[in-house]
């Protein structure tokens, strides 16, 4: 179906073709003809489905055909005045609605704005005065303003809560359902819950606070996953940074975000990748809003191609024609590795996904390709995959660390994977006469001739037979592979001696010294019948 199609005012209409909207995807086909009708909704839909539009066109409509003849001045006049709330999980979704709503709305005279913390209180409430068609906010911002009289929810005839099960994974649950009390009640406001998985959550916040929601289910899955080239790499995780400069050798994307598992992990690549010539920016929950905006905005504009990552971006970022993303390691959860790969496929577009298998991730690969119901095409890491790291000798100071005043010089920095290490610095320590005494600084090249030099490159060739061997493989398969291949005698022996220990309950001499010594302990209800035993 094509928008043309539908009865929509004609200035929703001008700003729909200026974006490019011309046919409807199945998300918007189906909320669209259910929205307009009145009907309340509950919509399974991934990001990348084109659910944002399909709320936004649906509430700008009806505020518009409530309003009655043009669309000039703001809706919000007159007595029977109806605004909208769209209630969302991240500071940065809000961003984006916002301004997908100023571009769809461009010429109907609607207001807009977004609501959300980490910023001042100024500039919403200036806005508020003013006046605001189409609220976009967090629960806790749009609380605050409620409870001090700021912003007027009473009018507010149409919500939307984006992301529902996101919402219930940070905690929002007991905020959603406070702030729904100060709007009017479902027979007098339409809902809409948009969600990736319709959990039993989001199912109870629909028959709590909707009337005879309709169910949508969009399987956008098959989309975010069939359409993106998705290669899976087994690497050693000493070797991930040659691989990802390799890679932005081959391809030389023209924009990546590449996702890693922690915020120390997303400093340490974004810092390898600067010292290696590839301009970057890492994005983290830590960071302060204002710069994770400016990072955001300069992302979307091209200033910056290449993104480091954690999850926090993984939903609700929107960025047009994103060339590659990079799995540096694999998510924990496999849900995740949906929702990363989806920025790389927006709205039917094609895109090119790389997957780092280490020894480490192999065991979050097996629920991964259960969940997308099919296997990674793979195959091993070889020479020619990789390029020189010029930060391999090279330690990273964290900026999260400094900024909490826990750097101490040449002390706390890390390796490539993230662990400790120590620097070259001089740091001072006590001898065994108690005296302070300073710890030699020793030179690349004396560190190498105490370590071996390292310089030249380990990297086995795989053969033709093993690559298909391990492509050939179920991920279970590899994830046994891997152990045998991996596994560390000492620790399997050190493994081993502790389960006899724990079957024959012997204890180490040390911890037998300690238990003849240490006093018994009794725990509070047998300390009380003893009391009460001697009468006391």
């Not at 090279?394 to 120590?422: H, M, W």
Request: net charge positive.
């Amino acid at each position: 179906m094509n928008y043309s199609e539908i009865n929509l005012h004609e200035l929703l209409q001008k700003g729909l073709a200026e974006c490019g909207y011309i046919t409807c995807t199945p998300v918007q086909e189906q909320v669209l003809s259910a929205s307009l009708e009145g009907t309340d909704l509950y919509v399974q839909s991934q990001t990348g489905t084109g659910k944002t539009a399909a709320f936004l066109v649906s509430i700008m409509q009806e505020i518009l055909a409530r309003k009655g003849g043009g669309a000039e001045g703001s809706a919000t006049e007159g007595k029977a005045k109806k605004n909208a709330l769209i209630l969302v999980p991240t500071r940065e979704l809000a961003v984006q609605v916002e301004e997908e709503a100023k571009k769809v709305g461009k010429y109907t005279g609607l207001r807009f704005a977004s609501f959300y913390g980490g910023v001042g209180y100024e500039k919403q409430v200036a806005d508020l005065k003013k006046g605001v068609d189409i609220i976009i906010g967090t629960p806790g911002r749009v609380i605050d303003l409620s409870e001090s009289k700021q912003m007027d929810l009473s009018h507010v005839g149409y919500l939307t809560v984006d992301e529902a099960d996101r919402m219930f994974d940070m905690g929002f649950y007991p905020d959603l359902r406070k702030l729904i009390h100060f709007l009017p009640s479902s027979e007098n406001r339409q809902t809409m819950l948009f969600s990736a998985t319709l959990n039993s959550y989001v199912k109870n916040l629909a028959w709590e606070y909707t009337r005879d929601a309709k169910e949508i289910t969009i399987e956008a899955q098959n989309i975010t996953v069939d359409e993106i080239d998705q290669e899976l790499i087994h690497v050693s995780s000493d070797d991930k940074m040659r691989l990802l400069l390799g890679i932005f050798q081959k391809e030389n994307p023209e924009s990546v975000i590449i996702f890693c598992d922690t915020k120390k992990m997303c400093e340490i690549v974004s810092k390898r990748l600067s010292i290696n010539g590839i301009k970057n920016e890492y994005i983290i929950g830590d960071l302060p809003q204002a710069k994770r905006l400016k990072i955001m905005d300069s992302f979307k504009e091209g200033k910056v191609t290449c993104l480091v990552a954690t999850d926090v971006a993984a939903r609700g970022i929107d960025v047009n024609d994103l060339a590659m993303v990079v799995n540096y390691d694999l998510p924990n959860e496999a849900e995740n590795y949906v929702h990363r790969i989806g920025r790389t496929a927006r709205a039917g577009k094609s895109g090119k996904a790389y997957t780092f298998c280490s020894e480490r991730d192999v065991y979050s690969l097996a629920p991964i390709e259960r969940y997308i119901e099919k296997q990674i095409p793979s195959r091993v890491a070889v020479e020619e995959d990789f390029a020189e790291d010029k930060s391999k000798d090279v330690y990273i100071r964290l900026d999260s660390e400094e900024r909490d005043g826990k750097f101490r010089r040449g002390y706390t920095q890390t390796d490539a994977n993230g662990e400790p290490g120590r620097g070259r610095d001089s740091r001072r320590r006590r001898d065994r006469n108690g005296r302070r005494e300073d710890r030699k600084s020793y030179s690349k090249e004396e560190l190498k001739s105490f370590r071996g030099d390292k310089s030249k490159s380990t990297v086995r060739r795989a053969s033709d037979e093993e690559i298909a061997k391990l492509s050939g493989m179920s991920s279970d398969e590899r994830l046994k592979y891997f152990k045998e291949k991996y596994a560390k005698p000492s620790s399997a022996a050190y493994s081993n001696v502790a389960k006899k220990g724990r079957k024959s309950g012997s204890k180490s001499p040390a911890s037998a010294k300690r238990s003849e010594k240490a006093p018994k302990k009794l725990g509070l209800i047998a300390r009380l019948k003893s009391l009460i035993g001697r009468g006391k």
